[in-house]
């Protein structure tokens, strides 16, 4: 079955920067969009960062975090990555990945386009 797997999470302080891995399992990843969700605590799951499958990878972002993260993927080890630089208490959240809904399928902001999703993990950043 698919898996999602993420990973590099933890507590920072502002200004700091983490890289989030997200390692695939269970599907031909090279064809999947693949997309950072996050939710904080009290607050309703909010789109982050979005790679396509094709053209090598083009991207989309919240306006929130244009310009300190950044969203890649390497389809030979199945795994999408987010490096978030200048890290603010704002971006405390359990992040998640997900893949899209099927194969081929387009790069979206709505969380309902998406299939399957990994555990999270938790960023902390403190002030």
């Known amino acids: 079955q698919v898996q999602l797997v993420e990973s590099g999470g933890g507590l920072v302080q502002t200004g700091d920067s983490l890289r989030l891995s997200c390692a695939a399992s269970?599907?031909?990843?090279?064809?999947?969009?693949m997309g950072w969700f996050r939710q904080a605590p009290g607050k309703e799951r909010e789109f982050v960062a979005a790679i396509t499958w094709y053209g090598g990878g083009n991207t989309d972002y919240a306006d929130s975090v244009k310009g300190r993260f950044t969203i890649s993927r390497d389809n030979a080890r199945s795994t999408v990555y987010l490096l978030m630089n200048n890290l603010n208490p704002e971006d405390t959240a359990v992040y998640y990945c997900a893949a899209g809904r099927y194969p081929g399928s387009p790069r979206d902001r709505d969380a309902k386009r998406y299939g399957y999703w990994g555990q999270g993990t938790q960023v902390t950043v403190s002030s």
């Open positions: 269970g599907l031909t990843f090279s064809t999947y969009p």
